[in-house]
């Protein structure tokens, strides 16, 4: 019998296949650990094919980061309704957070842990998309801001750090809910819109809390 023939695969769709395996390795092993060679076989290719569509570890790694990136703030953003209640934007651009990052454990484990920690360019390619999403929870929270006191200039500073801490609380929710069993997407965005609408509530009726006077 002759040797069976495999049909030629568009390179485009061979180099998202070898993202999808490096994203589970990189997620499961860590970059250090992560092997070229087992990427490579998840794949179903050689490893000269992986290094000659992605150059190095280093490049397929940044790829890796470059489109979990996109597609985490595609999800958020796709997941927010124009038009609605201040209170269901949030929740829903929360929902849409945390149902991501929970059918993509490897992806999140990439952005949130293994990126970070082993500097640059890595960490600048999260910074980037960190600082993306920011911005997206400041105009979504000063746009509402600025309707509840009636201020259309009301600057969007007046709640960049209130988003900042949002965008944090959800960073660490997400590693714990991936981590522990029975949590689900939806039981760790109620848990954050629990949290948080309470201070964004009493900002959207003007009710703020300020520190004592007193104090040196």
């Known amino acids: 019998m002759g040797a069976v023939k495999t049909k ?5 769709v061979r180099e998202q296949q070898m993202l999808d395996a490096a994203v589970r390795i990189f997620g499961q092993r860590g970059y250090m650990a992560a092997s070229m060679d087992e990427i490579a076989e998840l794949a179903g ?17 940044t790829a890796c ?9 595609e999800a958020v953003r796709a997941g927010v309704r124009p038009g609605l209640p201040a209170d269901r934007q949030l929740w829903e651009g929360l929902r849409a957070f945390f149902a991501h990052t929970a059918e993509h454990p490897d992806a999140w484990s990439v952005l949130h842990l293994q ?24 105009r979504l ?7 509840a006191h009636r201020d259309p200039d009301l600057p969007e500073h ?3 750090g209130l988003s900042e801490a949002l965008v944090g609380a959800a960073e660490s929710l997400a590693a714990w809910a991936n981590t522990t069993p029975g949590a689900t997407a939806r039981q760790a965005a109620t848990t954050l ?8 509530g009493n900002l959207m009726r003007g009710q703020v809390w ?7």
């Open 45 to 61: 290719v050689s490893k000269p094919l992986v290094y000659l569509y992605l150059n190095s570890k280093e490049d397929l790694f």
């Open 115 to 138: 990126a970070r920690t082993h500097g640059e360019p890595f960490a600048g390619e999260v910074a980037a998309m960190r600082a993306e999403i920011v911005a997206f929870v400041t």
């Open 210 to 216: 300020t520190p004592p006077t007193d104090e040196a």
């Open 141 to 147: 929270v000063a746009v509402a801001a600025r309707e």
């Open 8 to 12: 030629r695969m568009p390179r485009a």
């Open 65 to 73: 980061i470059r489109r979990e990136a996109a597609a985490l703030t």
């Open 193 to 200: 819109m629990n949290f948080a609408w309470s201070g964004l």
């Open 158 to 160: 007046e709640v960049a």
